[in-house]
């Protein structure tokens, strides 16, 4: 799904390894025809979807282009079938987390309102994603046992000055 998102119109999409050119590799890579076949064709049909059409297959690696014309390509579904939580699978904070930190772009701020017993676990999460983060008490006082963490999305690179270890600012 990320290749969909980032990929503009005219870009390529390489693929190298299984399952591309499985039918003279099928031994080697110790799989079934019928497996790598079926992986290879529901590639395909993904890859559809994402309007991208095949350009080439040459030995293990395999191109496709996205569609520059945008009418060519299958209609979106207005619900997405990909859920990250619901009632029966329960969602892991940190799996949320790391996808806010996907989406969002640096120096983009959130605002998390919880029991500080969950906040103080979020900024520890979120200092060890490189995020600033302040907590701040709630508006009726500091005895109330909600509080608002504000956290906002650094802009880094990695070099020699960088550390594996960012302190967060403000109180906490």
């Given at each position: ?7 503009r ?24 025809k019928?497996?790598?076949?079926a992986?290879?064709?529901?590639i395909e ?20 282009r ?5 009418d060519?390509?299958p ?28 989406i ?7 605002l998390f ?21 302040m ?31 960012v302190?967060?600012?403000g109180?906490?």
């Amino acid at each position: 799904m990320e290749v969909d998102r980032v990929l503009r119109p005219g870009g390529y999409w390489v693929l190298s390894g299984p399952p591309i050119n499985w039918k003279a590799n099928y031994q080697a890579w110790q799989r079934t025809k019928e497996d790598l076949e079926a992986e290879q064709k529901k590639i395909e049909e993904i890859a559809e979807l994402f309007c991208l059409e095949k350009y080439a297959e040459i030995r293990e690696i395999a191109i496709w282009r996205k569609r520059i014309n945008a009418d060519s390509c299958p209609g979106r579904q207005d619900e997405p079938s990909v859920k990250i939580c619901d009632s029966v699978n329960d969602c892991k904070m940190k799996d949320i987390l790391l996808e806010m930190d996907r989406i969002l772009r640096p120096e983009g701020t959130v605002l998390f309102h919880d029991d500080v017993d969950a906040l103080v676990k979020i900024k520890k999460m979120t200092g060890g994603m490189r995020w600033n983060s302040m907590l701040i008490d709630h508006e009726d006082g500091p005895l109330v046992p909600k509080k608002i963490l504000v956290a906002v999305k650094q802009y880094w690179v990695a070099g020699e000055k960088n550390t594996t270890m960012v302190a967060s600012s403000g109180a906490s």
